[in-house]
């Protein structure tokens, strides 16, 4: 189908309709200079019901539109809710989170829920993971807000081994040539403007309580191995 009327409104396609209505989903190309729906050139599918549009591969359902916008690839392999401005990977309920969840059963080889996994050649300072928040409360509170909060509940007694909510290591599998050090945790916290702040503290550890009724063999506020 080719429609070769170079109108700002033109377009070619087809017409779809059921039952219900007889001219209700379209599949349709832009012209050149026509801008509306996808763009100039564009090629556009359209269902006017609320309802999904599909895409299928060897009989199965591998993509949904759905007919409020979210979008759902492998039904909840990535979930993308347009309502909420969310997305979820594992899942489609994001209620519990602001932007991003990534939810399930940690697995793979390296056992983990997520992983990056960044290689650089860069003689500037790289992260493979940077987080950041910004704190401009409207008013004075006592909240903590934090870039980064970790957590990990143990649900029963069937483990030797040990509860750790942040693990942090360094390697160097250099073969030759120089590294200035290797250190396997830096924290720095540092008043950069012209406010005052009541203090600051490069390293704040609270000791481990026990609030469940349970027994703790041995507290630590801090516990250092020897060398």
Request: charged content about 10%.
């Amino acid at each position: 189908v080719r429609n070769t009327n170079a109108g700002s409104s033109a377009s070619s396609g087809f017409v779809l309709g059921n039952d219900v209505s007889a001219t209700v989903s379209y599949i349709y190309q832009n012209s050149s200079t026509n801008v509306g729906s996808g763009g100039s050139s564009s090629l556009n599918i359209m269902n006017g019901f609320n309802a999904g549009i599909s895409l299928f591969t060897n009989a199965l359902e591998r993509v949904q539109i759905q007919g409020d916008g979210d979008l759902a690839v492998d039904t909840n392999t990535l979930f993308v809710d347009a309502t909420n401005d969310k997305v979820i990977i594992g899942g489609t309920d994001g209620s519990t989170v602001g932007k991003l969840l990534v939810t399930g059963a940690a697995g793979g080889t390296s056992d983990t829920l997520a992983y990056f996994n960044a290689t650089s050649t860069s003689t500037v300072s790289q992260s493979a993971l940077f987080n950041r928040l910004s704190v401009a409360p409207t008013s004075t509170t006592a909240a903590q807000y934090a870039a980064s909060w970790n957590r990990v509940t143990a649900t029963n007694a069937n483990s030797d081994g040990s509860v750790i909510a942040v693990l942090g290591e360094a390697f160097s599998t250099n073969a030759a040539g120089n590294l200035g050090s290797i250190i396997g945790g830096q924290f720095r916290a540092e008043n950069s403007g012209a406010g005052t702040v009541g203090d600051t503290t490069g390293v704040y550890i609270l000791n481990g309580t026990n609030t469940g009724g349970g027994t703790v063999n041995t507290n630590y506020g801090l516990y250092i191995d020897y060398q």
